[in-house]
């Protein structure tokens, strides 16, 4: 993001942000820069530092060393204050199972200090949001996923906070819930919300404004989904369809010409800088081993071949 942004304008800044756990750097000198409204992801392998980072960011963890603001509060000296101002939602949705709808919203409103009218129009809005107003005595463990997701969203929000942290909201949601959530969160954005979201779904990186890629602690990429697509992926991309996909990938991955192959589906994406001489490369070896190859193409790399080739340059 342009360095001259007005600090009005960024809802979440963090500058060569560290925590350390004794011999272990879990979050390695950060920098970004979020502006208010703008929907944005971190993505990364498991142990990347997604959640240490967020978790230092929502003021539930002190930095070890370097500087973040949330809506202008200091997550070293303000952490209680940023507690107050912002939402956040965890996969594991933070409900209280046991409550029911209608108490968990009254549970959650009671924690930001709403009360009368103003807790009642709050009340209303997430039950409207949540497709939950026929629900209000339904325990909440007994709710579908897609359901609790919803209403663990609106309990995040029912407060009207200006920047929203959601680490892994859609774990284990189907497809269509996901979609339906997304819907959402587009929503809240569009009304001004600042959105911060951890996922592991290459979909929903394309939802995102601006993308971070992180690894071992570390951004290692920075910008829109379409940015990291072009400027990211130096090399080109095969798309190779055969009638043995595993064996097919273990025999071209020992190739040099390949600088990373992965198994999409029953595709395999093969990584080069050569992709006219790798074509050739790949027919001959697949050939020689007697599988069918079926079809190969050169296609525009997807977020996911971005996320594969940078992570295992870096060494995941």
Known sequence: MNSVLH????????????????????????????????????????????????????GLLRPTSGQARVSGWDVSTQHEEIKKHIGYMSQKFSLYEDLTVKENIDFFGGVYGLEGVRQQEREKWVLEMAGLTDKTSTLTGALPLGWKQRLALGCAVIHEPPVLFLDEP???????????????????????????????????????????????????????????????????????????????????????????????????????PEPEQAMARAKQVLDEAGISLLRIDIITPSLEDVFVTLTAKDGN
């Open 7 to 58: 600090e009005a304008e960024v809802a979440v800044f963090a500058k060569e942000l560290t925590r350390v756990f004794g011999d272990f750097v879990a979050v390695d000198h950060v920098s970004f820069q979020v502006r208010r409204g703008e929907i944005f992801g971190f993505l990364g392998p498991n142990g990347a530092g997604k959640t240490t980072t967020i978790k230092i960011l929502c």
């Open 170 to 272: 859609t774990s284990g949601v189907d497809p269509l819930s996901r979609r339906s959530f997304w819907d959402l969160i587009n929503t809240l954005a569009g009304q001004g919300v600042t959105v911060f979201v951890t996922t592991h779904y290459m979909e929903e990186a394309e939802y995102c404004n601006r993308l971070a890629l992180m690894s071992r602690g570390r951004v290692i990429a920075l910008g829109t989904p379409s940015e990291l697509k072009r400027d990211w992926m130096k090399e080109s991309v095969l798309d190779l369809e055969c009638d043995n996909v595993m064996e097919a990938s273990e025999l071209l991955e020992r190739d040099p010409i390949f600088t990373e192959t992965a198994i999409f589906g029953n595709l395999l994406h093969l990584v080069t």
